[in-house]
């Protein structure tokens, strides 16, 4: 069953792998890259933490992002030991990675635990749109460049839209605790 399933994973990232288009390739290397460290993530949300309106989206979106990161870096990724899908199907993926384990994107738990905190918390819906859709694009951009299978990104996302939502969990109980 496990190996139906795994198969089935492999078969869908070929396909995708298929959907490539040159002039593709350069902007989501750059796009995907970007996570990288989730660097594109703590730098919004750094830079929200300068302005009032924004610094609730810029705190939750870094603690989010900081238990993410335990989870699936520090925790998940070392005791699965999934390896990335070139090393097992015919891919030559798009970008660089040195970390050799794929199950789940760091990358896409990332987007997703920054991006779900602020759906909830930017003022303006058009951030709350652009937020949601930065992290899909993050984790269609891991499948796009080869470097994670569909399962390991629908973890990803998951796990972040988690995270997310135990820091904001948090955050609102201690806001009632002191509002008491």
């Given at each position: 069953?496990?190996?139906?399933?795994?198969?089935?994973?492999?078969?869908?990232?070929?396909?995708?792998?298929?959907?490539?288009?040159?002039?593709?390739?350069?902007?989501?290397?750059?796009?995907?890259?970007?996570?990288?460290?989730?660097?594109?993530?703590?730098?919004?949300?750094?830079?929200?933490l300068?302005?009032?309106?924004?610094?609730?989206?810029?705190?939750?979106?870094?603690?989010?992002?900081?238990?993410?990161?335990?989870?699936?870096?520090?925790?998940?990724?070392?005791?699965?030991?999934?390896?990335?899908?070139?090393?097992?199907?015919?891919?030559?993926?798009?970008?660089?990675?040195?970390?050799?384990?794929?199950f789940?994107?760091?990358?896409?738990?990332?987007?997703f635990?920054?991006?779900?905190?602020?759906?909830?918390?930017?003022?303006?819906?058009?951030?709350?749109?652009?937020?949601?859709?930065?992290?899909?694009?993050?984790?269609?951009?891991?499948?796009?460049?080869?470097?994670?299978?569909?399962?390991?990104?629908?973890?990803?996302?998951?796990?972040?839209?988690?995270?997310a939502?135990?820091?904001?969990?948090?955050?609102?109980?201690?806001?009632?605790?002191i509002?008491?």
């Open positions: 069953m496990i190996e139906a399933l795994f198969q089935m994973d492999g078969q869908l990232l070929l396909a995708i792998q298929n959907t490539r288009m040159d002039w593709l390739d350069p902007v989501v290397a750059v796009y995907t890259k970007l996570g990288d460290a989730g660097l594109l993530w703590i730098g919004l949300s750094a830079l929200m300068c302005w009032k309106p924004t610094r609730k989206a810029g705190l939750l979106a870094l603690l989010a992002m900081a238990l993410g990161m335990l989870v699936t870096n520090v925790t998940v990724k070392p005791l699965v030991e999934r390896p990335r899908p070139w090393l097992d199907w015919p891919i030559l993926p798009l970008v660089a990675e040195d970390d050799p384990h794929s789940p994107s760091g990358h896409t738990c990332a987007a635990a920054a991006g779900m905190v602020w759906f909830r918390a930017l003022p303006w819906r058009w951030g709350r749109a652009a937020a949601v859709m930065m992290a899909v694009c993050m984790g269609l951009s891991r499948l796009y460049a080869g470097v994670h299978y569909p399962s390991d990104v629908l973890a990803g996302g998951i796990i972040g839209a988690l995270c939502w135990v820091v904001w969990k948090i955050w609102n109980i201690h806001q009632k605790r509002n008491s």
